[in-house]
Structures are given as C-alpha cells and as structure tokens.
C-alpha cells in the first residue's frame, strides 16, 4: 500500500515533468480474481478444485485449454457397473415384449368374446321359443297352491287398486290380514254346518 | 356567441371549470379487485392452541364442534377417500396452448422454422419446469386450435388429439416423447449442463404405465413406427374434414435416446471450443447404446 502511495504521489507531483505517469491498479484484486476478471483461467490453487466434478466443471466452462483429459469426463467401468447392479433402469426389449404380450392377450380374449357373442347370437332365435316355449308349459303345470297364492295376490292388489310390490310391508300386513280373513271364514263355515246339524235334529225331534 | 362559432379551446375550458374536482374518493379498486378474507387480529392468535382457548374463541377454525378436541367435522365426515390419492406420484405436465405458442413465434421468441422442443420452449424463460416436483415437461393443449398458423415441428410430452390435428393442418407435426428426469434437467438448462461439463445423458424409455401412450400412433409417440403415424394422420385428416397440406420437408427426426438435435447422447459438449466429443471406448458405446425403460413412478 505504502509502494502505491509513493506512486500516486509521484503521478501528481511529477505530471509536468515526466511525459508518461505508470498506471497504478488499486483494485486490490487478488491475482486469481485478477485473472478472472480479465476473462483468463485461474490456475488450480485449492483441494476443491482437485476434485472430479471441479474438473469437469473446469472442462466444461474453459473446455481442453483446461488441461483435463477428455475421457475423465465420461463414467467409469466401476459406475456402470453399480448403475447395472442396483438395477434402476430395466432393458426396453423386456418392458416392450411385456407390452406386447399383454396387447396380445387382451386381444385375445377380446376376439374370444365376440366370436362366443356371434355364436349365441346364431342359437338365439331357437333359444328364444324354447324359452317361449317352456314359458307356456310352466304356466300349464302351475299346482293349485301357485294358482291360490297368484289368485290372493290379486285380490289384494285389487282392493289397493293399484299396482303393488308383493315385498312391501304394507303387502305383508294386507296378506297376514287375508289369511286370518280366510281362517275366521272357515271356522265360520264349519259353525253353521254344526248350528244346521242342530236345527236338523230340533226339527225331527 | 353561437354554440359552433366557439372555439375548441373555449369549450375544453368550459368543460374543466365545470368539472368537479378530484378528491380521494374517486381513487378505488376496482370491483372484485380485492377479495375480503378472514380478519385476525392478535387476540384471535391463540385460536387453537388449547382446547379452552379453542371453546372460548370468537372465530374457532372450521370444522371444530363444541367440546370435542380430537373429533373434528372433517374427521368425522373425511369425503371422497381416494381423491387425490396418488398427489405425491402422479406426473405434471405444463399447459402449453396454441394460442400461447403463436404468441410467442409472434413476438420472436421462437423460430418455427427450427425444430420445437423442451430446450427451446424453456430457452424462452418463460416457463419454468421443475423435475424434482415431477414435472416432467409440457402438454399442447387446442386452445387456439381453429386458427393457428404455423407450420412447426413440435416435440410434446401430450397432446390432446385436437391440438395434434390444428398443428398438422397447418402443415406442421406433432411427436409425443417421453424425458427422465436427468435428461429433463439436461434439456432444460443445456449451457448449464455444457459448462458443468457432464456427459449428454441418454434418453430412457418410457416406464410401464405410459408405454401403451407413447407406443400409440393416435398420440403421434416417438416409439412408434413412420407408416402408422403417417396412417393415423391421414385418417385424422379424413376424420375431421380437412385437407392435409402436402408434408414438410422431413427434418431429420431426434433418435429414440436423444435429448438435444444434431448431439448424440453420450457425448460431451465444450462450449469454449465449439466441439463434440464422442467416446471410443466399447463399455461406453454398449452402455450408451442400450435402450433402458425408466422405473420411476410406473
């Protein structure tokens, strides 16, 4: 700092006599952010910058005037092989083959269902008058309970008036009513055969 | 003094003197500028703290019910359990519309005679694509899809059909292919990754779930065949009424595994010297010629 001064104070004190005054650099840069500024490449001062990834680093912003060989730059045989080893990548043709198989099958079953849909779509005319058919039949072989709880049924549908689902509840209650209607009926029924009885015998006695 | 004899200054005068003056409430937002939210003030901080701060607060948070602590309404009532279920794995794609993509070869910022791709679109600054948050480049959307103009060759992570069939209109083309994450960050920053002087990563292959996209002609993906593409554009074309324009002169499309045009990847780039360096070592070359399929997040 003293050196500088005695130059700035020589520049002033002597500008008339000396023709050229020396430039003077007080930016107090140090050599390596002198180098930098002045768009130049620092030399390799310090332990971080010994390192694989500072070398590249270095090769990548100075390129070979940088001194590192080009092939460090590429990975090493050890790299590859723990990449291959951990197994992060699996290969294409396998993934590719997979997907294929799995297209294949899918279209498999796909074409399996619509030849077995055609099919049934050729028997369908046949099955459907059997079915008609055996529709007609099961109403002809209906036994007289069918026809007694399809006629009960009815008749409470009827005094609703309209249509009803037979599980309603209000259904249940409607059946369970005509069931004990129909029971006090023949107990009814079997009452006055006796009181006719009587009156029979009353009559001939 | 007749009203058309006046001069125009005399009338501007007359306007001014009867204007009223300008106080402060003419200065306002206008409507809707401003949306009024929940007002807390420092007595309102204690708010849930404790639970007899939160019996005794005057604005309790939402969903609280009166004395219970560790059942909150939307404990109690949680919704629809699988939605947004897969938010930390599903993939992110930026929108990017026609309309917007007109804008900018507009204003400059692209060249559409060049091929369009994650570098150039993130080279315009305006788009920010983070890998690490799974966002894994960009989706052409139709906005704009009646009357766009251009005839680009863009390169997509999705494209919805329509979006496929306005940019083949005009006479350009559409491919859908898939980055990993470490040839995202390549693509998206390249004079980053130039000057940290790292090796062109090879491109992978899509994992299982988005193979049967990208495998599809329909999306236009890159792995697939040139006469199913070129038959999916015809009917495209046939499908939705329009004439194809003759095809663009074919530039040259990018490899399966490649992330920058004219780069092969496992090569190095030096900017200092404008070169391209090609290893010659055969683990290199098998290494960087093996087609690998990403795992991440299929």
Excluded at chain 1, 36 to 51: H, K, N
Excluded at chain 2, 114 to 132: A, E
Excluded at chain 2, 150 to 169: C, L, M
Aim: hydrophobic share 35%.
């Amino acid at each position: 700092m003293l050196r500088n001064w005695r130059l700035l104070v020589r520049s002033f004190a002597t500008n008339s006599s000396e023709e050229i005054a020396p430039k003077v650099d007080v930016s107090f840069l140090r050599p390596r952010h002198r180098i930098i500024a002045a768009g130049g490449m620092p030399p390799v001062q310090f332990d971080s910058e010994r390192e694989r990834a500072s070398r590249r680093e270095r090769f990548g912003k100075y390129g070979l005037k940088s001194g590192v060989p080009v092939e460090e730059l590429f990975p090493t045989a050890e790299e590859i092989e723990e990449e291959e080893a951990i197994g992060l990548f699996r290969e294409f043709n396998n993934a590719k083959k997979e997907y294929k198989e799995l297209q294949k099958k899918k279209r498999e079953s796909e074409l399996a269902r619509i030849a077995e849909l055609e099919k049934n779509l050729k028997k369908y005319p046949a099955t459907l008058a059997k079915y008609e058919a055996s529709l007609v039949k099961q109403e002809q072989e209906k036994d007289e309970k069918e026809v007694a709880l399809e006629k009960r049924i009815r008749d409470i549908q009827e005094y609703f008036g309209y249509w009803m689902d037979p599980k309603d509840p209000r259904f249940e209650v409607m059946l369970q009513q005509k069931e004990a209607e129909e029971k006090k009926a023949v107990k009814m029924a079997k009452r006055d055969e006796i009181q006719k009885k009587r009156f029979a015998e009353n009559v001939q006695g | 003094m007749s009203q058309a004899a006046r001069s125009a200054k005399e009338r501007a005068l007359q306007i001014v003197e009867q204007a009223s003056r300008i106080r402060i409430q003419d200065a306002r937002d206008n409507i809707g500028a401003r949306t009024t939210g929940r007002q807390l003030k420092k007595g309102h901080n204690q708010m849930g703290h404790t639970q007899g701060a939160l019996e005794r607060a005057a604005k309790p948070p939402l969903g609280w019910i009166w004395g219970d602590f560790f059942r909150p309404w939307q404990r109690m009532y949680p919704g629809e359990k699988l939605f947004n279920a897969d938010i930390n794995t599903r993939r992110e794609y930026i929108p990017l519309s026609l309309v917007e993509l007109a804008r900018l070869i507009d204003l400059g910022w692209i060249n559409p005679r060049q091929p369009i791709d994650i570098s150039t679109l993130c080279t315009t600054q305006k788009f920010q694509i983070n890998p690490k948050m799974r966002q894994y480049g960009f989706d052409l959307t139709e906005e704009g899809a009646d009357s766009f103009p251009y005839s680009i060759d863009i390169e997509v992570q999705y494209a919805t059909p329509s979006a496929i069939a306005a940019v083949e209109k005009a006479g350009g083309r559409v491919r859908t292919a898939y980055y990993d994450v470490e040839s995202l960050e390549a693509a998206i920053n390249p004079k980053c990754w130039f000057e940290a002087g790292k090796v062109v990563p090879k491109r992978k292959q899509p994992p299982q779930s988005l193979l049967e996209y990208y495998m599809d002609a329909k999306n236009r993906g890159y792995l697939c065949e040139e006469q199913e593409i070129e038959k999916e554009r015809a009917l495209s074309a046939q499908i939705r009424g329009y004439t194809l324009p003759p095809p663009p002169s074919s530039a040259a499309l990018k490899a399966v595994d490649q992330v920058f045009h004219g780069i092969p990847s496992g090569s190095v780039v030096s900017l200092a010297d404008r070169k391209v360096f090609v290893t010659k070592n055969e683990l290199h070359r098998e290494y960087y010629s093996s087609r690998r399929a990403d795992k991440l997040y299929s």
